[in-house]
């Protein structure tokens, strides 16, 4: 993958997230970044990739959005203010969008990256519903990628993506970071889902390269991001130390050609 | 948003309550409901009577039957059910929490659908 795309891949999740909290549905949040990475491959081929990637497709995105908010009303109350569709309002709250400040932007993008995985990973929802919705939103998977994952039919897991948010908007999951009560019961999932988006990188099955480096490191960065919420849970800890574990090999597990060379036949100086 | 929180519970675990166990569910009830009339969010409360009550009607075909009992024939009935306006569905099921029967039942929680208007008709 070049520069660009994997800088792509790599905000995908975090603007996603960001624009969601925006525009109260996921949906409308989806169809605005695929709008904004459009033009990002046009503009970042010809400027280069700009310093702060998901800033970029958040100020575009949220652009956007403000654009389509003009053109659909008469009366805009704020030129700033973005008001979701009523029935399309996952919080209930009206939202304001904000400029988004290069230094105020990471720690915000963190924050809703979270709220996003704990929102996919609700306990309303059901749990193979919640690791396909997750991979969607936060891996940027497609919907055969997933079902390469499960082993179903790649309509099965449509069905899945869709019946789930149609149950977050309808059924008002909202999107928030859980309560130390709420953790309990949600961390088990995350983990489950951290674990199969290490997974998906690790074997890859829709990408013609076996190591999706990405989506490892995305694993891995939600590990540590949930290890230090979560300092006190010996799971997350845990699983952080087996992705690093396993991602310390990937320089010795192919040889130049991409093939995979056996564990006992690995060079343990190649390890990092 | 409205919330319906059904409770679904075997009736002979009701019917078998002690004195204290009854006295013990209804402190929750009313705990729950001052909790969600002080917060504006309770709408309604009502407990249903035991389903050997119950009468089932149904029209097919332009003939009208009338049926002795529940709709469904199954070991836990709807017992009573709560509405709430709730800000999520965490809030609701904060509530779901306080209703007594969560613990030898279940509380089925569903969203009332809501429209701007009915359509004309």
């Not at chain 1, 400029?99 to 963190?110: G, K």
Request: glycine share 6%.
């Amino acid at each position: 993958m070049d520069e660009l795309a994997v800088s792509l891949k790599t905000a995908y999740p975090r603007a996603l997230a960001t624009l969601i909290r925006l525009l109260s549905d996921i949906d409308a949040a989806e169809d605005i970044l695929r709008e904004a990475i459009a033009r990002a491959l046009e503009v970042w081929s010809r400027e280069g990739v700009p310093g702060n990637p998901v800033a970029w497709l958040v100020t575009t995105g949220r652009n956007k959005a403000i654009d389509l908010q003009r053109r659909y009303t008469l009366e805009v109350r704020h030129s700033t203010t973005v008001r979701a569709e009523a029935g399309n309002n996952v919080t209930g709250e009206s939202v304001t969008a904000r400029p988004v400040a290069e230094a105020e932007a990471s720690q915000h993008f963190d924050d809703d990256l979270l709220r996003l995985i704990f929102t996919c990973c609700h306990p309303a929802l059901a749990q193979e519903v919640q690791v396909a919705l997750t991979l969607k939103t936060i891996a940027g998977l497609t919907g055969p990628e997933i079902a390469r994952a499960f082993l179903v039919p790649p309509k099965t897991i449509e069905q899945r993506i869709t019946c789930a948010k149609r149950k977050i908007r309808d059924a008002r999951i909202p999107y928030e970071v859980p309560t130390a009560a709420q953790v309990s019961e949600r961390l088990d999932a995350v983990l489950a889902v951290t674990y199969l988006l290490f997974n998906e990188g690790y074997n890859a099955s829709g990408s013609p390269e076996l190591i999706l480096t990405d989506l490892c490191i995305e694993a891995i960065r939600l590990a540590r991001m949930l290890s230090r919420l979560f300092r006190a849970e010996p799971e997350v800890t845990g699983l952080l130390a087996l992705l690093l574990l396993q991602r310390s090999r990937s320089g010795a597990r192919l040889d130049t050609a991409g093939h995979i060379i056996p564990l006992d036949e690995q060079k343990r100086a190649l390890g990092s | 948003m409205q919330y319906a929180l059904l409770i679904y519970q075997a009736e002979e675990v009701m019917e078998n309550w002690s004195e204290a166990d009854l006295k013990e569910a209804l402190t929750r009830h009313r705990s729950l409901q001052e909790k969600t009339k002080a917060n504006n969010t309770f709408l309604l409360a009502n407990e249903l009577t035991p389903s050997g009550t119950a009468t089932t009607v149904k029209r097919r075909a332009g003939k009208t039957t009338i049926l002795d009992g529940p709709f469904a024939e199954t070991k836990e009935h709807l017992v009573g059910l709560y509405v709430f306006d709730c800000k999520n569905l965490d809030e609701a099921i904060e509530y779901a929490q306080g209703i007594p029967n969560v613990d030898t039942g279940s509380i089925e929680i569903r969203p009332i659908a809501h429209y701007e208007s009915l359509p004309a008709g």
